[in-house]
């Protein structure tokens, strides 16, 4: 599709996609769906899943099925698990980007794809959007809920920080803080 055929059919159907961009929302949704029931990954989800002990105590059974997040090298039940896209961060934004995202996204193999937890995949997902690495993107996470839970002043108190008037500058140094005792802890096992 041509920009010119896009804009074309964005006039003519105005009613259902106001803009460009809730066109390429609309049709991320579709390929997405499409994904969701994609031959390959769900043999690559049957070749990788193991039998784990039950994480319910209340559970019937001992075992149920599982796997091995890749990103984590925890165990996880089937249903709080992923399929990823080793290489992700598909963009769909523009007529230019549909081919390589259906690629991206459609065209795999198992060598292509990871087993992750829900909460690994989307720090993955951050980590490729922020251009950071997963460590770092944890961090950011982690720094997110604080902020959202209120709980930044207590942070930089308890750990005897200095307590900026701004949460952007509160933000920046709990992060800031946090990067150094990851760095300081990769250190030590140097």
């Not at 997110?144 to 933000?171: C, M």
Request: glycine residues 4%.
């Amino acid at each position: 599709m041509t920009n010119d055929k896009l804009e074309k059919m964005l006039t003519e159907m105005s009613h259902v996609w106001k803009t460009e961009s809730s066109f390429m929302s609309w049709l991320r949704g579709g390929i997405r769906r499409i994904w969701a029931k994609h031959p390959v990954k769900l043999d690559f989800i049957k070749q990788n899943r193991v039998k784990i002990p039950n994480p319910n105590p209340n559970g019937r059974v001992k075992t149920v099925w599982g796997g091995k997040c890749a990103l984590t090298g925890e165990y996880f039940v089937l249903n709080e698990l992923e399929c990823d896209h080793k290489v992700g961060n598909s963009s769909l934004k523009s007529v230019e980007d549909i081919q390589s995202f259906v690629e991206g996204v459609l065209l795999v193999t198992a060598d292509d794809l990871q087993l992750v937890s829900k909460e690994a995949h989307k720090i993955k997902s951050y980590a490729e959007k922020q251009s950071i690495s997963f460590e770092e993107a944890k961090i950011e996470k982690e720094v997110i809920e604080i902020i959202k839970q209120k709980k930044d002043k207590e942070y930089l108190q308890e750990n005897q920080l200095p307590v900026s008037s701004t949460q952007s500058a509160r933000r920046a140094t709990i992060v800031a803080h946090k990067l150094s005792l990851l760095k300081e802890k990769e250190n030590a096992c140097i």
